[in-house]
């Protein structure tokens, strides 16, 4: 399986006022309300989450990979001790180490070399509109 670019989450000053500009600008579909995201499907394969965040905050981009890929990228985090969480921020207890497995496939979240926030997931997530999901 081909690494795909899965979502994206865009830390803008005005939320609202980003996501319409980029749905009209490039004609996409309405976007919906994802938890504290706004939300649009630019493809096939990637949505957008536009949030509300300082300037600055780091960008957050999600890879979508095999089974067997998730595994080597965790076994060279644990040989290495990068440090990688089961939830974005890694602030839940017992979550430093742990892989998200809550039914729509497994997650890891790490920091990259310049501190941006990046995960590798084996499944699509599962709670975005039917509409937008690829067939």
């Given amino acids: 399986m081909p690494i795909t670019l899965h979502h994206m989450i865009v830390p803008v000053s005005d939320r609202d006022t980003a996501v319409a500009w980029f749905v009209d600008l490039l004609e996409l579909r309405e976007p919906w309300e ?6 649009v499907q630019l493809d096939d394969h990637l949505v957008l989450n536009f ?5 600055g905050d780091p960008l957050h981009l999600a890879f979508l990979v095999d089974d067997d890929h998730f595994d080597r990228v965790r076994a060279r985090f644990d040989a290495d001790g990068t440090r990688y ?5 890694g602030r839940r207890p017992g979550e430093v180490g742990a892989v ?7 997650r890891l979240y790490f920091r990259g070399p310049d501190g941006h926030l990046l995960e590798v997931l084996t499944q699509r997530y599962t709670d ?8």
């Fill in 100 to 106: 998200n497995d809550d039914g729509s496939g497994r």
């Fill in 34 to 39: 994802n938890g504290f995201f706004s939300s």
């Fill in 128 to 135: 975005v509109p039917a509409w937008s999901r690829p067939s």
């Fill in 85 to 89: 969480t089961a939830d974005p921020p």
């Fill in 51 to 55: 949030a509300a965040a300082p300037v």
